[in-house]
């Protein structure tokens, strides 16, 4: 074969003096992604492009894997392809504090606060308010010249709140009524005989009376003659 100025028709690429006259092209391989889809890519062979797109195989190999809560026993399961991982709510709650919770807000926790949760009340009704959150009670923070429920606990130790007494117009006393119990009472009219004592033969009653220095309630011991 001889060679002449169309060298990439005549070339023969193991002919020595064809290589010394012939500037045959270098082979082209190129590959580009497409911008609007990660799985297709454009080949470009010696000039001639191509589009493949490679999708179905990566759905057809893509790993098998998920997470699911078992609520039951209270675990966070990852199913890899090959093994499974359980997390107990103990372990994941190790990690998290109260604050990390979106509607928890901390900025006014003190020492011996209390949780409570605070509603937006600008929000109209039926609505859910952005600025809803458990925020800290401090008693420091939240006091009054009067209340309008006084809260306390029974005998187990649940808390409860005290209802108003019967006729709230009135006054009443807030003490200690014996038998382990809190509650209103007021003064209650008695015949003197009801509550005279006698002591060394002697009849006493006892009145109540009012320090006039401290106006704390004291009583005195009178006979009764």
């Not at 492009?49 to 998920?66: A, E, F, H, K, L």
């Not at 997390?87 to 807000?105: P, Q, T």
């Not at 923070?141 to 006729?167: C, Q």
């Amino acid at each position: 074969m001889t060679c002449n100025n169309l060298c990439n028709q005549c070339c023969d690429p193991c002919a020595d003096p064809c290589k010394k006259k012939c500037g045959c092209y270098e082979p082209i391989l190129d590959i580009d992604e497409m911008p609007d889809s990660v799985s297709i890519l454009r080949y470009n062979i010696n000039g001639l492009s191509t589009w493949y797109d490679y999708g179905n195989m990566i759905y057809q190999t893509q790993t098998d894997t998920r997470i699911t809560a078992d609520s039951v026993k209270r675990v966070l399961r990852y199913m890899a392809e090959r093994h499974t991982d359980s997390i107990s709510a103990r372990e994941l709650g190790s990690i998290l504090h109260v604050a990390d919770l979106g509607d928890v807000d901390i900025s006014g926790v003190q020492n011996n606060s209390l949780f409570v949760y605070r509603k937006d009340n600008n929000c109209a009704q039926g609505c859910e308010g952005i600025s809803n959150a458990w925020t800290a009670w401090n008693n420091t923070d939240n006091t009054a010249d009067s209340l309008r429920t006084i809260m306390g606990f029974d005998k187990d130790g649940v808390p409860y709140s005290l209802l108003p007494p019967a006729n709230s117009d009135q006054h009443y006393l807030l003490e200690w009524r014996g038998d382990n119990e809190v509650g209103y009472r007021q003064v209650e009219e008695v015949s003197k005989e009801s509550i005279t004592v006698t002591e060394g033969g002697r009849n006493y009653i006892y009145k109540v009376c009012v320090d006039p220095n401290t106006n704390e309630l004291v009583y005195i011991k009178e006979e009764v003659l």
